[in-house]
């Protein structure tokens, strides 16, 4: 199984940005659809982005759709998300996740996950 930590996380204001990291450990990622999934209080944890295997395909949720961007590099076992434009409502704990399915969306297809990292937005 492959261990991941997620950092970058912090407190900015409104419409600044932030870049999350997120590295692997045990296992090479190539093998490995990646994802990110946040969970704000008292809300359930909900899918944000997911990469594909190769990279070559991402896929985002609709409130994040134009301003986060998801990337990977396979050679340093670490994904990425950048976040700009950062709303309120973006104000979560986001955690990355690993899954054996190269196109997974839902929390159920990935198999390992990180400790998370806060990330707040003032307005």
């Known amino acids: 199984q492959v261990q991941l930590v997620e950092s970058g996380g912090g407190l900015v204001q409104a419409g600044g940005s932030l870049r999350l990291s997120c590295a692997a450990s045990?296992?090479?990622?190539?093998?490995?659809?990646m994802g990110w999934f946040r969970q704000a209080p008292g809300k359930e944890r909900e899918f944000v982005a997911g990469i594909s295997w190769s990279g070559g395909r991402t896929y985002y949720a609709d409130s994040v759709k134009g301003r986060f961007t998801i990337s990977r590099d396979n050679r340093k076992n670490t994904e990425y998300l950048q976040m700009n434009s950062l709303k309120p409502e973006d104000t979560a704990v986001y955690y990355c996740?690993?899954?054996?399915?190269?196109?997974?969306?839902?929390?159920?297809?990935?198999?390992?996950w990180g400790q998370g990292t806060q990330v707040t937005v003032s307005s």
């Open positions: 045990g296992r090479t990622l190539n093998n490995y659809g």
């Open positions: 996740a690993a899954s054996r399915t190269s196109m997974a969306t839902m929390m159920k297809d990935f198999g390992s």
